[in-house]
């Protein structure tokens, strides 16, 4: 591994494997960053590096944090809330230690004959999109990743901006896009976004939506 960091990942990727493959249960899946950072000390890693590299892990989708809020009562008979944060590795996580499996997804492009489907091409992790949009999608992805790790966004924010842009970038794949649709998903996340003080990326994109945001309720003819 040419990146010294990527020992680290992977350490941690192999020891949350294994941790998920002995959970006798969905919930004990999960493992805390304190226990986390102890398993690893033997391998010379220090807690900072196993934190860092951690974070790196989820923001890629390699591991997801799990939050499970709990109560309990004081000695003074208050009633507090605490969060529980566990950490396991995600369904991308294990499709690449395990290289390959029966129940992993594969792509939409290698099921599609592109050459036979008018005006469609294939950006980043093999999406299909209509070549009008391509622009638009790139922008939108840029976007997503922006939010995902905007200190300004909450958690439950970014996981509505993020499923409302999945659902717009999908509209982008119909040769004729829902016009009533697309108004819908970009309010509210030029909103979020705008918010959060990504103006430049609210401007870029809206510029390249318009001619959808201004079609009439229904559908785009291209």
């Given at each position: ?202 401007a870029k994109a809206a510029t390249v939506i318009a001619p959808l945001l201004r079609t009439s309720v229904g559908t785009l003819r291209c």
């Amino acid at each position: 591994m040419s990146n010294p960091s990527d020992v680290v990942r992977d350490a941690i990727l192999r020891h949350l494997y294994q941790v998920h493959k002995r959970a006798r249960s969905p919930r004990s899946a999960g493992i805390g960053i304190r226990d986390l950072a102890r398993a690893l000390k033997p391998q010379g890693f220090k807690q900072q590096e196993v934190a860092s590299n951690l974070d790196y892990l989820i923001q890629k989708g390699w591991v997801r944090e799990v939050i499970e809020n709990r109560t309990f009562t004081t000695q003074a008979g208050t009633t507090q809330q605490a969060e529980k944060r566990s950490y396991k590795i995600s369904d991308a996580g294990i499709d690449r230690l395990e290289a390959a499996s029966t129940y992993q997804r594969s792509p939409t492009a290698p099921h599609l004959n592109i050459t036979n489907i008018q005006g469609v091409t294939v950006v980043g992790d093999g999406n299909v999109v209509n070549t009008t949009f391509t622009e638009l999608f790139r922008v939108l992805e840029d976007m997503k990743k922006a939010v995902l790790v905007s200190p300004a966004i909450e958690d439950q924010e970014k996981l509505d901006v993020v499923a409302d842009i999945d659902s717009l970038q999908s509209q982008l794949q119909k040769p004729f896009p829902s016009g009533s649709v697309v108004r819908t998903l970009w309010a509210g996340i030029e909103k979020a976004v705008t918010a959060a003080g990504f103006v430049e990326l609210v401007a870029k994109a809206a510029t390249v939506i318009a001619p959808l945001l201004r079609t009439s309720v229904g559908t785009l003819r291209c």
